[in-house]
C-alpha cells in the first residue's frame, strides 16, 4: 500500500511563502502523475497542480504564476512551492498520486492558513 505524507503547512501573511512536501513510499516512477488538490472550508476539493512522470506541469489559473510543483526523484519527493499567498489560497492542500492502472492515493493533507 503506497503512502503519501504531506508537510509544510502552516500559518502566513499574505504576500509570504510556503513550501509544501509530499514523499511517497514508493519510487514516484511508479507513477503516471503526482499533484495536488485542496478543500476551502465549505467548499469542494479542487485541484492545483500537476506533475507527470515525463516532467510536464500544469496549474490551475488562480495559482499560476505564484506556485511551482516541482520533484526531487532520489527522495520520492514532490513539492509545491506557493509565493505570494492570499487569503484565498487557504485551505487543507492534499498530495494525491495517480498509477498506470488508474489508481489514485491521497495524502492526508496539510492545512495552509494565509492571513489577511
Known amino acids: 500500500q503506497v503512502q503519501l505524507v504531506e508537510s509544510g503547512g502552516g500559518l502566513v501573511q499574505a504576500g509570504g511563502s510556503l513550501r509544501l512536501s509530499c514523499t511517497a513510499t514508493?519510487?514516484?516512477?511508479?507513477?503516471?502523475?503526482m499533484g495536488w488538490y485542496r478543500q476551502a472550508p465549505g467548499k469542494e476539493r479542487e485541484w492545483v497542480a500537476i506533475?507527470?512522470?515525463?516532467?510536464?506541469?500544469n496549474y490551475t489559473d488562480p495559482v499560476k504564476g505564484r506556485f511551482t510543483i516541482s520533484r526531487v526523484n532520489a527522495k520520492n519527493t514532490i513539492y509545491l512551492q506557493m509565493n505570494s499567498l492570499k487569503p484565498e489560497d487557504t485551505a487543507v492542500y492534499f498530495c494525491?498520486?495517480?498509477?498506470?492502472?488508474?489508481?489514485?492515493?491521497w495524502g492526508q493533507g496539510t492545512q495552509v492558513t494565509v492571513s489577511s
Open positions: 494525491t498520486s495517480s498509477t498506470t492502472t488508474g489508481r489514485n492515493y
Open positions: 514508493a519510487s514516484i516512477f511508479s507513477f503516471n502523475s
Open positions: 506533475i507527470t512522470r515525463g516532467g510536464f506541469t
